[in-house]
Antibody, heavy 114, light 107 residues
Framework: QLQLQESGPRLVRPSETLSLTCTVS??????????WVWIRQPPGKGLEWIGS???????YYNPSLKSRVTISVDSTQNQFSLKLTSVTAADTAVYYC??????WGQGILVTVSS | AIQLTQSPSSLSASVGDRVTLACRAS??????LAWYQQKPGKAPELLIF???NLESGVPSRFSGSGSGTEFTLTISSLQPEDLATYYC?????????FGPGTRVDIK
C-alpha cells in the first residue's frame, strides 16, 4: 500500500521560502504513469491544486502560483518536493502531497507569520 | 481555467436517506472527474474516478454518474459515518480544479 508523508517547517516568515518534502513508501516514485501532486487547503476553506510532476520530467503549475512554485523529484530518496517563494499570510494552509487521485498524505499545517 | 460549481453547498439528511450531490463544469470535461470525501481534520479520500468508477474499498452505497458538464454523486442510504464535505475535481485539463464542496450533515 503506497503511503505518503509530508515534512518540513511548520512556521515560515513572510517573504521567505516555504520548502516541503513528500516521502513515498510502499512503492517507487519512478513508476511509470504516476503523477505526483501538491495541493493545499487554507484553514476552513476548500482545496487548491498547486502543481503536478510526472516522473518523466513534465511539470504543471497553477497559473496563480506559477511564478513562485517549483516542484521536483529526488528518485534516490523516493521523495518529491515543493518550494514556494515570497510567502505571505495568504499561503497559510494545510499542504498535502498525493499520487494523482489515489493516495494522499495526512497533510502538514504551515503557518506564515513573523 | 475550468470552473466547477457544486450544489447544494450544504445539506442535512437522516440516516437511510438517499442523497444526491451535483457538480457542474464550465466546459466539457468528458469523464475526467473525481469525487472525494473529506472528514473533519482528515485528508480527502478518493471515492469515484472517471466520473463513475468506484475506487476499491469504497462502500457500494456511493455511486457517480454523468459526463460532459453535469455530474452527480449519490449516496443510496446515508450512514452516520458519511458526515463529511464532498469535493469534485476535474482532471481533463490543466490547471486541475476543485469544486467548492458540499457539506453533508446528519439530522
Amino acid at each position: 500500500q503506497l503511503q505518503l508523508q509530508e515534512s518540513g517547517p511548520r512556521l515560515v516568515r513572510p517573504s521567505e521560502t516555504l520548502s516541503l518534502t513528500c516521502t513515498v513508501s510502499g512503492g517507487s516514485i519512478s513508476s511509470s504513469s504516476n503523477y505526483w501532486v501538491w495541493i493545499r487547503q487554507p484553514p476552513g476553506k476548500g482545496l487548491e491544486w498547486i502543481g503536478s510532476i510526472y516522473y518523466g520530467g513534465g511539470t504543471y503549475y497553477n497559473p496563480s502560483l506559477k511564478s513562485r512554485v517549483t516542484i521536483s523529484v529526488d528518485s534516490t530518496q523516493n521523495q518529491f518536493s515543493l518550494k514556494l517563494t515570497s510567502v505571505t499570510a495568504a499561503d497559510t494552509a494545510v499542504y498535502y502531497c498525493a499520487r494523482h487521485l489515489y493516495n494522499w498524505g495526512q497533510g502538514i499545517l504551515v503557518t506564515v507569520s513573523s | 481555467a475550468i470552473q466547477l460549481t457544486q450544489s447544494p453547498s450544504s445539506l442535512s439528511a437522516s440516516v437511510g436517506d438517499r442523497v444526491t450531490l451535483a457538480c457542474r463544469a464550465s466546459q466539457d470535461i468528458n469523464s475526467g472527474l473525481a469525487w472525494y470525501q473529506q472528514k473533519p481534520g482528515k485528508a480527502p479520500e478518493l471515492l469515484i474516478f472517471d466520473a463513475s468508477n468506484l475506487e476499491s474499498g469504497v462502500p457500494s452505497r456511493f455511486s457517480g454518474s454523468g459526463s460532459g458538464t453535469e455530474f452527480t454523486l449519490t449516496i443510496s442510504s446515508l450512514q452516520p459515518e458519511d458526515l463529511a464535505t464532498y469535493y469534485c475535481q476535474q482532471y481533463s485539463a490543466y490547471p486541475l480544479t476543485f469544486g467548492p464542496g458540499t457539506r453533508v450533515d446528519i439530522k
